[in-house]
């Protein structure tokens, strides 16, 4: 019994899985290390705001790099998908078994048990 599909398959179907993704997060490790440098060497204005540009447009990119990998088509699917059931009117069930709703009394029962005529 196999439990889990070949991988030659897998990517035969689906592509090279998170390709973009995987280079934006490589991208901010990159800034990552060399911010560490930085503050390892003692702290170079310069390298600092490189190192902090180079973290802040891999995570700019992240978000945009995980929608071109296709993952973003599935969660657009998904809202679209909610968003519709939300629009649709949903019918009142009467649960079975239950009592039927309490009712006002009839105007000539209300009238008899002391309501205000009417002029």
């Known amino acids: 019994m196999i439990l889990a599909e070949p991988t030659a398959v897998r990517e035969r179907v689906f592509g090279e899985p998170m390709r973009y993704t995987k280079t934006a ?3 901010f490790g990159l800034g990552l290390t060399l911010g ?8 170079h204005p310069r390298l600092e705001r ?3 540009a180079v973290m802040a447009l891999a995570l700019i990119g992240l978000p945009l790099a995980i929608f071109a990998d296709g993952h973003g088509f599935r ?7 909610r968003l519709r059931r939300r629009n649709r009117k949903k019918k009142p069930r ?3 078994g239950a009592a039927p709703p309490h009712r006002r009394p009839p105007a000539k029962a209300a009238a008899r048990a002391g309501a205000r005529p009417r002029r």
């Open 75 to 81: 969660l657009v699917a998904w809202i679209a998908a």
């Open 94 to 96: 009467r649960r079975s």
């Open 50 to 52: 490189v190192s902090s």
């Open 25 to 27: 997060l490589l991208v």
């Open 36 to 43: 560490f440098v930085v503050v390892v060497l003692g702290g």
